[in-house]
Nanobody, 129 residues
Framework: QLQLVESGGGLVQPGGSLRLSCAVSGFTLDYYTIGWFRQAPGLEREGVSCISSSGGSTNYADSVKGRFTISRDNAKNTVYLQMNSLKPEDTALYYC??????????????????????WGKGTLVTVSS
């Protein structure tokens, strides 16, 4: 059974940091592009970052560039999103998703909803003082 499980969300003050994890089971991470998305209340789900199957290509939304870093450990079947200098506008439900190697590729641009094949259920990040 293919599964992605996000963790690491929580409440943090502005300027703080969190590291989100996306643990994958039921398939080998090596052949999948992974994307991180977020959805704030009343807004559409947006692609935040992606990393290629090899880890050699990454992409970031302008709103998080320089503050967020995506990485992957294929041996642990886990992808991470390190989030620093968090702002209240980063508050959202964060999802990770996987795209087969035959589909969406990270080098083409930010991940988009229809380009992903498998989804996690999300982890909530709240940035507030």
């Amino acid at each position: 059974q293919l599964q992605l499980v996000e963790s690491g969300g929580g409440l943090v003050q502005p300027g703080g940091s969190l590291r989100l994890s996306c643990a994958v089971s039921g398939f080998t991470l090596d052949y999948y592009t992974i994307g991180w998305f977020r959805q704030a209340p009343g807004l559409e789900r947006e692609g935040v970052s992606c990393i290629s199957s090899s880890g050699g290509s990454t992409n970031y939304a302008d709103s998080v560039k320089g503050r967020f870093t995506i990485s992957r450990d294929n041996a642990k079947n886990t992808v991470y999103l390190q989030m620093n200098s968090l702002k209240p506008e980063d508050t959202a439900l964060y999802y990770c998703a996987a795209a087969r190697s035959s589909g969406y590729v990270c080098s083409a641009g930010l991940p988009y909803y229809s380009g992903m094949d498998y989804w996690g259920k999300g982890t909530l990040v709240t940035v507030s003082s």
